[in-house]
């Protein structure tokens, strides 16, 4: 009798185990599917579009929004010393731009911003009055930057708290934002920091793209030497 239930106990035991397996495996291939189709939805703001290899599983998104060329990419960021783990999206106009340097506005930088060289610009520009407060700049050329003229009309871009970067520079524009973190309950309980299960909404995604062919329209149309700069 007592082997009879050792082989039932082992029985059990296995199956369930089993179970376990076959349920991670399925949350896997649904995190997995969740994830390759994050800019889905996003695709409606975008003609000749192209979707490539992006970062843990996530795709990488290009096209042209109003002629514009575009390229999307969202970074999972899970480093520990952050409340909750989040999911970043970088929203880049990669053209070339009639600039000297870059300017990088960060807010509220912790120096581990895994989707930003914002510690490897060599030059920290003094904050201008007006300029949000928990905002950081850098630049690798403080005597060559954007006039503040031009920039200053566009910070209304920080009145969302979720934006996190602006980038100008030569090669183009770049805003970052915060998607979303993970769920509390389960990060704090499970440890479980899964995001994405939802697609990118194109009405988080179409105001950043119209703030950053304003500002792209601006600096092309100002065309002035490089004086009254942020550096000055």
């Known amino acids: 009798m007592d082997r009879l239930f050792l082989m039932l106990l082992a029985l059990g035991a ?3 185990v089993a179970l376990l397996l076959t349920r991670s495996l399925r949350a896997g291939r649904e995190r997995s599917a969740n994830r ?3 800019f889905d939805a996003a695709k409606s703001l975008l003609n000749e579009r192209r979707t490539g290899e992006g970062t843990a599983g996530f795709p990488r998104l290009s096209g042209r929004y109003r002629g514009r060329l575009v390229d999307l990419q969202a970074v999972p960021d899970t480093l520990t010393f952050r409340k909750l783990p989040a999911l970043w999206v970088l929203v ?3 053209e070339p731009l009639p600039l000297r340097a870059t300017l990088d506005l960060m807010m509220r930088p912790t120096g581990l911003e895994p989707f930003s060289n914002f510690n490897g610009l060599s030059d920290q520009i003094a904050l201008p009055a007006g ?5 950081t700049i850098r630049s690798d050329d403080a005597a060559s930057l954007l006039p503040e003229a031009v920039l200053r009309p566009h910070l209304g871009l920080f009145d969302d708290p979720r934006i996190k ?9 770049r805003v970052v ?3 979303e973190e993970a769920d509390r309950t389960r990060y704090l309980l499970y440890r479980d920091a899964e995001m994405a299960a939802d697609q990118l909404d194109p009405t988080r995604l179409e105001p950043v793209l119209e703030s950053l062919l304003a500002l792209r329209d601006d600096i092309i149309a100002s065309q002035t030497p490089f004086q009254e700069s942020l550096s000055a």
Do not use: C, D, N, Q
Not at 131 to 135: I, K, V
Not at 165 to 173: A, D, H, K, N, T
């Open 131 to 135: 300029f949000p407060e928990t905002a």
């Open 14 to 16: 296995g199956l369930l």
């Open 165 to 173: 970067e602006l980038i100008v520079s030569p090669r183009g524009l």
């Open 92 to 94: 880049t106009l990669p």
């Open 36 to 38: 390759a189709r994050y």
């Open 177 to 179: 934002f915060l998607a």
